[in-house]
Protein backbone atom coordinates (compact mmCIF):
# COMPACT_ATOMS: atom_id res chain seq x y z
CA UNK A 1 0.00 0.00 0.00
CA UNK A 2 3.19 2.43 0.79
CA UNK A 3 4.88 2.16 -2.29
CA UNK A 4 1.31 3.18 -4.26
CA UNK A 5 1.29 6.24 -2.52
CA UNK A 6 1.51 9.70 -4.46
CA UNK A 7 3.31 11.39 -1.72
CA UNK A 8 4.16 10.99 2.40
CA UNK A 9 2.77 14.59 4.53
CA UNK A 10 4.43 14.95 7.93
CA UNK A 11 1.91 17.58 9.55
CA UNK A 12 3.28 19.68 12.85
CA UNK A 13 1.02 21.88 14.43
CA UNK A 14 1.45 25.43 15.60
CA UNK A 15 -0.40 27.38 18.45
CA UNK A 16 0.54 31.09 16.07
CA UNK A 17 -0.76 33.30 14.31
CA UNK A 18 1.96 33.40 11.30
CA UNK A 19 0.88 36.70 10.04
CA UNK A 20 0.78 38.27 13.14
CA UNK A 21 4.18 36.94 14.22
CA UNK A 22 5.92 38.76 10.92
CA UNK A 23 4.03 41.65 11.65
CA UNK A 24 5.23 41.76 15.04
CA UNK A 25 9.15 40.55 14.30
CA UNK A 26 8.96 43.46 11.54
CA UNK A 27 7.97 45.80 14.28
CA UNK A 28 10.77 44.99 16.91
CA UNK A 29 13.31 44.68 14.16
CA UNK A 30 12.19 48.51 12.95
CA UNK A 31 12.39 49.71 16.23
CA UNK A 32 15.35 48.24 17.40
CA UNK A 33 17.49 48.99 14.43
CA UNK A 34 15.88 52.39 15.14
CA UNK A 35 17.58 52.35 18.84
CA UNK A 36 20.67 50.88 17.11
CA UNK A 37 21.00 54.27 15.11
CA UNK A 38 20.26 56.58 17.89
CA UNK A 39 23.03 54.99 20.26
CA UNK A 40 25.94 54.44 17.65
CA UNK A 41 24.75 58.42 16.80
CA UNK A 42 25.50 59.76 20.81
CA UNK A 43 28.71 57.43 20.75
CA UNK A 44 30.30 58.51 17.61
CA UNK A 45 29.23 62.36 17.40
CA UNK A 46 27.89 62.76 20.99
CA UNK A 47 29.98 64.11 23.91
CA UNK A 48 31.55 60.53 24.38
CA UNK A 49 32.89 60.46 21.00
CA UNK A 50 36.18 61.80 22.14
CA UNK A 51 36.83 59.45 24.98
CA UNK A 52 35.44 56.13 22.89
CA UNK A 53 38.31 57.56 20.03
CA UNK A 54 40.99 57.60 23.01
CA UNK A 55 40.08 54.35 24.67
CA UNK A 56 38.51 52.22 22.24
CA UNK A 57 39.45 54.10 18.45
CA UNK A 58 39.10 50.31 16.53
CA UNK A 59 35.35 50.34 18.10
CA UNK A 60 35.13 54.24 17.30
CA UNK A 61 35.60 53.42 12.83
CA UNK A 62 33.51 50.25 13.50
CA UNK A 63 30.54 52.50 14.69
CA UNK A 64 31.68 55.39 12.72
CA UNK A 65 30.87 52.98 9.64
CA UNK A 66 27.74 51.20 10.58
CA UNK A 67 24.67 51.64 9.02
CA UNK A 68 21.12 50.32 9.78
CA UNK A 69 21.95 47.63 7.33
CA UNK A 70 24.95 46.24 9.05
CA UNK A 71 23.82 46.64 12.51
CA UNK A 72 23.36 42.40 12.75
CA UNK A 73 26.97 41.57 11.97
CA UNK A 74 28.47 43.59 14.52
CA UNK A 75 29.68 41.82 17.22
CA UNK A 76 30.88 44.44 20.29
CA UNK A 77 33.67 43.48 22.70
CA UNK A 78 35.22 45.98 25.08
CA UNK A 79 36.38 46.18 28.47
CA UNK A 80 36.42 49.71 30.43
CA UNK A 81 37.76 50.66 33.90
CA UNK A 82 34.81 52.95 35.32
CA UNK A 83 37.14 54.93 37.13
CA UNK A 84 35.25 58.10 36.41
CA UNK A 85 31.55 59.40 35.99
CA UNK A 86 32.28 59.68 31.88
CA UNK A 87 33.46 56.18 31.25
CA UNK A 88 31.28 54.82 33.40
CA UNK A 89 28.73 56.83 31.03
CA UNK A 90 30.22 55.17 27.91
CA UNK A 91 30.53 51.76 29.30
CA UNK A 92 26.92 52.20 29.63
CA UNK A 93 25.76 53.34 26.18
CA UNK A 94 27.64 50.78 24.61
CA UNK A 95 26.13 47.69 27.05
CA UNK A 96 22.83 49.50 25.80
CA UNK A 97 23.80 49.06 22.22
CA UNK A 98 25.35 45.16 22.57
CA UNK A 99 21.79 44.04 23.96
CA UNK A 100 19.88 45.82 21.36
CA UNK A 101 22.33 44.13 18.80
CA UNK A 102 22.08 40.82 20.44
CA UNK A 103 17.60 41.23 19.74
CA UNK A 104 18.98 41.58 15.97
CA UNK A 105 20.58 38.47 16.26
CA UNK A 106 17.52 36.50 17.41
CA UNK A 107 16.16 34.16 14.77
CA UNK A 108 12.81 36.38 14.07
CA UNK A 109 10.76 34.03 11.83
CA UNK A 110 8.63 30.89 12.51
CA UNK A 111 9.90 27.54 11.69
CA UNK A 112 9.49 24.65 10.02
CA UNK A 113 11.73 21.78 12.36
CA UNK A 114 13.11 18.53 11.48
CA UNK A 115 15.14 17.36 14.16
CA UNK A 116 18.91 15.75 13.21
CA UNK A 117 17.53 12.09 14.21
CA UNK A 118 14.49 12.31 12.35
CA UNK A 119 16.48 12.83 8.91
CA UNK A 120 18.31 9.90 8.32
CA UNK A 121 15.05 7.42 9.17
CA UNK A 122 12.82 9.16 6.61
CA UNK A 123 15.59 9.05 3.94
CA UNK A 124 15.73 5.48 4.94
CA UNK A 125 12.22 5.26 4.40
CA UNK A 126 12.44 7.38 1.12
CA UNK A 127 15.04 4.62 -0.46
CA UNK A 128 12.62 1.86 0.83
CA UNK A 129 9.30 2.60 -0.41
CA UNK A 130 10.76 5.42 -3.52
CA UNK A 131 7.57 7.87 -2.43
CA UNK A 132 8.09 11.67 -1.81
CA UNK A 133 7.69 13.11 1.61
CA UNK A 134 6.78 16.74 2.91
CA UNK A 135 6.30 18.89 5.84
CA UNK A 136 3.28 20.92 6.32
CA UNK A 137 3.52 23.02 8.91
CA UNK A 138 0.13 24.38 10.24
CA UNK A 139 -0.47 27.49 11.88
CA UNK A 140 -4.16 29.10 12.93
CA UNK A 141 -3.99 31.10 10.04
CA UNK A 142 -1.29 29.52 7.34
CA UNK A 143 -0.01 26.39 6.65
CA UNK A 144 2.87 25.84 4.27
CA UNK A 145 4.46 22.82 3.12
CA UNK A 146 8.44 21.62 2.00
CA UNK A 147 9.78 18.88 0.30
CA UNK A 148 12.45 16.43 2.13
CA UNK A 149 14.78 17.15 -0.76
CA UNK A 150 13.80 21.03 -0.34
CA UNK A 151 14.75 20.55 3.77
CA UNK A 152 18.13 18.81 2.74
CA UNK A 153 19.79 21.04 0.06
CA UNK A 154 18.94 23.87 2.45
CA UNK A 155 20.49 22.54 5.37
CA UNK A 156 23.51 21.73 3.72
CA UNK A 157 24.06 25.07 2.08
CA UNK A 158 26.62 26.46 4.80
CA UNK A 159 25.60 30.11 3.33
CA UNK A 160 22.21 30.01 4.10
CA UNK A 161 22.92 28.77 7.72
CA UNK A 162 21.43 31.91 10.34
CA UNK A 163 19.75 33.58 7.26
CA UNK A 164 17.28 31.33 6.55
CA UNK A 165 17.83 28.17 8.94
CA UNK A 166 19.32 27.36 12.40
CA UNK A 167 20.51 24.58 14.26
CA UNK A 168 19.22 24.70 17.57
CA UNK A 169 18.33 22.39 21.05
CA UNK A 170 15.82 23.71 23.10
CA UNK A 171 13.48 22.13 26.03
CA UNK A 172 10.57 21.97 23.86
CA UNK A 173 12.22 19.49 21.43
CA UNK A 174 14.01 17.60 24.92
CA UNK A 175 17.10 19.36 23.59
CA UNK A 176 17.47 17.62 20.77
CA UNK A 177 19.57 18.72 17.67
CA UNK A 178 16.89 20.48 15.64
CA UNK A 179 17.00 22.22 12.14
CA UNK A 180 14.85 25.01 12.48
CA UNK A 181 14.11 26.45 8.73
CA UNK A 182 12.04 29.91 7.60
CA UNK A 183 8.40 29.15 6.97
CA UNK A 184 8.76 31.44 4.18
CA UNK A 185 11.36 29.27 2.14
CA UNK A 186 8.07 26.71 1.96
CA UNK A 187 4.89 27.45 -0.10
CA UNK A 188 2.37 28.77 1.68
CA UNK A 189 -0.35 25.74 0.64
CA UNK A 190 -3.18 27.20 2.95
CA UNK A 191 -3.62 31.45 2.77
CA UNK A 192 -6.84 30.88 4.87
CA UNK A 193 -8.04 29.05 7.64
CA UNK A 194 -11.09 29.76 9.76
CA UNK A 195 -10.99 29.39 13.55
CA UNK A 196 -11.90 26.60 14.99
CA UNK A 197 -14.66 27.12 18.18
CA UNK A 198 -13.06 26.22 21.33
CA UNK A 199 -14.58 25.05 25.11
CA UNK A 200 -13.18 24.13 27.95
CA UNK A 201 -13.82 19.91 28.44
CA UNK A 202 -13.42 18.12 31.43
CA UNK A 203 -12.38 14.27 32.54
CA UNK A 204 -13.29 12.02 35.20
CA UNK A 205 -9.92 9.59 36.01
CA UNK A 206 -10.81 6.19 37.45
CA UNK A 207 -9.27 7.51 40.79
CA UNK A 208 -11.45 10.27 40.99
CA UNK A 209 -9.07 12.82 39.56
CA UNK A 210 -10.32 15.44 36.96
CA UNK A 211 -8.76 16.72 33.94
CA UNK A 212 -9.74 20.15 32.42
CA UNK A 213 -8.26 20.76 28.88
CA UNK A 214 -9.79 22.81 25.50
CA UNK A 215 -11.55 21.49 23.20
CA UNK A 216 -11.87 22.60 19.60
CA UNK A 217 -14.28 21.99 17.57
CA UNK A 218 -14.89 22.98 13.88
CA UNK A 219 -12.53 24.75 11.93
CA UNK A 220 -11.43 24.22 8.40
CA UNK A 221 -8.60 25.17 5.74
CA UNK A 222 -8.52 26.52 2.35
CA UNK A 223 -5.82 24.16 -0.02
CA UNK A 224 -4.37 26.10 -2.72
CA UNK A 225 -4.87 23.86 -5.46
CA UNK A 226 -2.17 24.85 -7.73
CA UNK A 227 0.74 24.45 -5.22
CA UNK A 228 -0.76 21.08 -4.26
CA UNK A 229 -0.80 20.12 -7.88
CA UNK A 230 2.27 21.15 -8.93
CA UNK A 231 4.32 20.34 -5.57
CA UNK A 232 2.71 16.77 -4.88
CA UNK A 233 0.67 15.37 -7.44
CA UNK A 234 2.85 16.09 -10.63
CA UNK A 235 6.20 15.56 -8.38
CA UNK A 236 8.67 13.00 -10.16
Not at 66 to 95: D, G, V, Y
Request: hydrophobic share 40%; with cysteine; aromatic share 10%.
Amino acid sequence: MVRKAIAAIEVRSSSFLAGQYAKFMEQRSASTISECERLRKELVTGTLSTLLMEKRPELFKMLESATTETFRELNIKFRLKTSTEELTQLSEFLKQLKEQIKILHKRDYLSITPKLEDIALVNRWIQQFNVPHYYLQVFFDKAYIISFKDILEISSDSSKKDVVFSVEKDSKNQRKTTIKINVQVGQEIMGRIDMPEHESAMKELDRGRLLFFVKFNGGKGYLDQDIFQREIINND
